[in-house]
C-alpha cells in the first residue's frame, strides 16, 4: 500500500479555486515507478498514471471500483476529484501500479526490497481545467510504503530454516507490464507500427491499444479519457500469426463498435479468470476509453521458436487528427529469482 498526503494550490502557492483533480490523478505525478530486490530492477513501469488507468479499466468491476475511491480511482461517475480544502490522503493499492504487486502472493524471505518512485516534471496530466487561469502545483507531504512484515510460527520458522540451509533458489513469476508510445500518427488512414521484439519468454501474452488526440500536457483535456479517432480496425502480428483473426469492422460514428466492446468486456476472464463484469456501459466505453483489448494468450509453438516481433496495423476512417498518440500496453510473463542465502537475484 502507498499512502499519499499533500495538498493542491497554484503554482505560486496560492490557493487553487478552479483546478480540479481527474480520475487516477494521483498516478500521474510519477513518471516511472520501480521495484528493486536486493539492489536488482525486478520490475518497473513507465508513464505510470496512463499504464495504471488502461490497465484499471479493464481490469475492476463496479464494486471494486467503490473501494478504490479511496485511492482516488472514480472511473465512472464524477471523472475528475473534487477536494475540499485543496488536501488530499489516499491509499493506493500497489496492485494497480505494478504486475509483480499484483501477481506474487508469497513472502520475500531475507531481501532488502525497494520501491523507487520518480516524480514529473509538472503536474498538468493530474488535472483539469476550462481556462489556462490557473497553474497546478501538488505537494507531497508525506509518503510512505506499507509493507507487512509477517511473522511465522515455529513449524514454518523449521521450512523456512531448510530452504536457507538447503542454499536453493526460489522463483518469482509473475506478469510484467510494459506502456510503448508511439508519440505522433502520421494523418493518413493506414498505420502500421513495428512495436518491439521480444524473446521467448517475454512474448505478449495481452494487448491493449488507445488513441488519444491533443491531451498531453494540455491542462483542458482529460488524461484519462481517450479517443476513437474513427477506428475502422485494428490487426496485431507476432511473427506471421494474425490477432485477432477477422476483421473488426467498426464505425463508431454509427454505434457499430460491439465487437471491440466484447473484447473489451471479456479482458477479466482471459486475465484473471474470474467473471466478465467491465465497469463501462457501451456508451461509457465509447465516450470515455474506446480502448482495443487483444488477447493473444494462446499461441502456437511456432510463433515461441526465436524473436517474436510484434507489429500493429490500424485502419480509420478518415485521416488521424494531427498530434494524436497511440498507446501499446504490453503485458508478458517474466521470470526472476533470488537467493535468500547469497541475496544473489537474476533473471531466468
Known sequence: MLYL???????????????????NAFEFLFRELRYELNGV????IRNVGLTSTLKSYLSYNEDESIALENAGWYPRSTRVLDIANRKFSVCIPLKMLMGFFEDYK??????????????????????????????????????????PHITVA??????????????????????SWELIELPSLSENTKHMWP??????????????????????????????????????????????????????????ENNKFATLYEMFAR??????????????TPKQFKDIAPIVYIDCSRQKEAIQSGAVVLRIELETKDNVPKDTTTYCLVLHDKLYSYNPLTKIVKQE
Not at 530492477?41 to 518497473?44: C, E, G, H, K, Q
Not at 523456512?160 to 513469476?173: F, H
Open 267 to 280: 479482458f477479466r476472464q482471459a486475465y484473471f479468470e474470474k467473471e466478465n463484469e467491465p465497469i463501462f
Open 5 to 23: 498526503e499533500g495538498r493542491l494550490t497554484k503554482d505560486d502557492g496560492q490557493p487553487a479555486t478552479k483546478l480540479k483533480l481527474i480520475n
Open 154 to 175: 515455529i513449524p514454518q520458522q523449521l521450512a523456512l530454516t531448510k530452504i536457507l540451509d538447503k542454499n536453493r533458489e526460489i522463483l518469482l513469476s509473475f506478469r
Open 41 to 44: 530492477l525486478v520490475d518497473s
Open 195 to 252: 512495436v518491439k521484439t521480444t524473446t521467448k519468454i517475454e512474448t505478449p501474452r495481452h494487448l491493449i491499444i488507445a488513441l488519444q488526440t491533443g491531451k498531453k500536457e494540455n491542462i483542458k483535456e482529460n488524461m484519462c479519457e481517450f479517443d476513437h479517432c474513427k477506428l475502422t480496425n485494428v490487426r496485431v502480428f507476432l511473427n506471421s500469426e494474425r490477432y485477432p483473426y477477422n476483421d473488426l469492422f467498426l464505425d463508431f
Open 106 to 147: 508469497k513472502i520475500i524471505l531475507n531481501m532488502k526490497q525497494e520501491l523507487v518512485l520518480i516524480r514529473c516534471s509538472n503536474d498538468i496530466d493530474a488535472v483539469i481545467l476550462e481556462d489556462d487561469s490557473e497553474k497546478p502545483k501538488i505537494h507531497i507531504e508525506r509518503i510512505y510504503w506499507r509493507m
